[in-house]
């Protein structure tokens, strides 16, 4: 739907400028980690294979200063740029340093084969359309879980416009778990 979605805007008569942020998360998430924050305090979380899969993430506050600043920038138009901190991170990382985030020293990562979340997504999707509830979590998300990398290089958007990342992995996670905290979602 995203690459549709832009295959649209690209054919107005528009100055578009097109912004492609990979797993955002941060304050206020309650759809992309919050799961995998509850799961690593009780000490074990679930990492899709073997936990290899290489990510790269962006804070919500990076993602909105990025808004920003294409917005602010001249000469934009007409393209398309990944925002992004840098560094990337496995599948099985991100799970363990959740787990020091909130204080959990050990979270013991638990590999969900292909097979088991097809399932159990396909039964996820089916009962809540039965129950006409959104989800994001149907048999097709598994063609996401299950590839070797969802990695970005936000160098052209940086050079670009002058904007950087400030939040790393482990700084964002800890104000997530913080807002996660006096939210009394953990």
């Known amino acids: 739907s995203k690459l549709a979605s832009e295959q649209v805007l690209r054919e107005l008569p528009l100055d578009w400028t097109i912004l492609r942020p990979p797993t955002v998360y941060g304050p206020r998430d309650r759809e992309n980690l919050l799961a995998v924050f509850r799961a690593a305090r009780v000490g074990i979380a679930?990492?899709?294979g073997d936990g290899s899969m290489e990510l790269s993430l962006i804070h919500v506050g990076d993602l909105a200063s990025a808004i920003i600043a294409a917005g602010t920038t001249a000469g934009l138009g007409g393209?398309?740029?990944?925002?992004?901190?840098?560094?990337?991170?496995?599948s099985a990382g991100l799970v363990r340093a959740i787990g020091e985030a909130i204080g959990q020293a050990r979270v013991r990562l638990l590999p969900v084969p292909e097979w088991v979340a097809r399932g159990l997504l396909t039964v996820s999707g089916t009962t809540a359309s039965l129950l006409r509830l959104k989800t994001i979590l149907r048999a097709d998300k598994a063609n996401e879980f299950y590839q070797d990398a969802w990695t970005a290089d936000p160098a052209a958007?940086?050079?670009?416009?002058?904007?950087?990342?400030?939040?790393?992995?482990?700084?964002?996670?800890?104000?997530?778990?913080?807002?996660?905290?006096?939210?009394g979602l953990l």
């Not at 740029?81 to 990337?88: G, L, M, R």
């Not at 958007?157 to 964002?172: I, K, L, N």
């Open 157 to 183: 958007f940086e050079q670009a416009t002058g904007w950087r990342a400030t939040f790393d992995m482990r700084a964002g996670l800890a104000d997530a778990a913080n807002w996660y905290r006096s939210a």
């Open 46 to 48: 679930p990492v899709f």
């Open 79 to 90: 393209r398309h740029f990944y925002v992004n901190h840098p560094e990337i991170v496995t």
